[in-house]
């Protein structure tokens, strides 16, 4: 484990010095010194609506588990889980912090965990489905190549999906030979909720809408973004881009996608004309957006420390 992150510490920084070298600093410079502070402002408070957005969405599900969270409770969690994803160095941090924050062992620990893997998939869809809504409006503006990464990353999302949902759904004689004996009750539970989910159309659709919604806002944050520097970057390819970075980054390469996602930025918005420097920058902003969002959760963990919502009933 020690090796594996120390090997990843170092391709985090060889990316980083990778896109280092092709970053025109004095140009950098000029770009923040007369850049407009509203338009950053503004992709803040799109963060912000977009995580109101997010931790809404998590509710239904929660709801759907017969998990039942006051609103408090439900911002406290999702602010703080927030927070942590920004800054723990793996993508999977801020969920794991969710769900111990909701409940820390027992049959209901289970059912939050399916709540956040469908969270996460309907956060998947919503990236795929707003890029290629946004690229059907306007396919002139984005780029050949991130046309044709976009088809292959949906395609082999699809391939996944459909895989694993056989898998679950209709069960195999493998799936149930591999999974050990000490994690049968925990398969049966999480299939027994994702099988209620799936006899609930509404609410399938309210996930869709609502992740289309929050991706929506986060690619119109990139937008802003660059409009903060005087860079102009159309919605379509913000929001192409921003569903193949996302998904670039899940690999488990770098720090915190850390190198991964600002290389990804320059060459992908090379197609569109917009210079290493500025893509560089675009990226940099983004977290520096999502950890201004973040920020109350940073406040809420520090007052009211890390203890769960709530504890499982006495067995």
Request: aromatic share 6%.
């Amino acid at each position: 484990m020690a090796e594996s992150q120390h090997i990843r510490v170092v391709v985090t920084l060889a990316l980083l010095g990778i896109v280092a070298a092709q970053i025109d600093w004095s140009q950098m410079a000029v770009r923040l010194r007369h850049g407009h502070p509203l338009d950053f402002v503004a992709a803040v408070a799109l963060v912000l609506i977009a995580l109101v957005i997010g931790a809404y969405r998590w509710w239904l599900l929660l709801r759907g588990a017969g998990v039942h969270l006051r609103a408090r409770r439900l911002a406290r969690i999702y602010a703080v889980s927030t927070f942590s994803n920004t800054f723990l160095p793996t993508n999977v941090g801020g969920d794991v912090t969710r769900a111990l924050l909701v409940v820390r062992r027992g049959p209901l620990l289970t059912r939050v965990a399916v709540t956040i893997v469908v969270d996460r998939v309907a956060g998947l869809a919503g990236l795929l489905g707003i890029a290629w809504i946004a690229f059907a409006f306007q396919p002139a503006v984005v780029p050949h190549g991130a046309q044709v990464f976009l088809a292959w990353v949906t395609a082999a999302v699809v391939i996944g999906s459909l895989l694993i949902a056989l898998a679950v759904f209709r069960g195999s004689r493998l799936a149930r030979a591999l999974i050990p004996k000490r994690f049968v009750s925990v398969a049966r539970e999480s299939r027994s909720l994702l099988h209620s989910y799936a006899h609930e159309p509404a609410m399938l659709l309210a996930l869709l809408v609502l992740s289309l919604l929050f991706q929506a806002l986060i690619s119109l944050q990139l937008v802003m973004l660059a409009r903060a520097i005087d860079v102009h970057l159309s919605f379509a390819t913000a929001a192409v881009v921003l569903a193949l970075v996302t998904v670039v980054t899940l690999i488990p390469i770098s720090i915190g996608g850390f190198g991964v996602r600002e290389g990804s930025y320059v060459v992908l918005l090379s197609g569109a004309s917009i210079a290493a420097t500025e893509a560089t920058l675009i990226s940099v902003l983004s977290v520096a957006a999502l950890f201004l969002a973040s920020l109350p959760g940073a406040f809420m963990l520090a007052r009211s420390g890390v203890a769960p919502a709530l504890e499982p009933a006495p067995q």
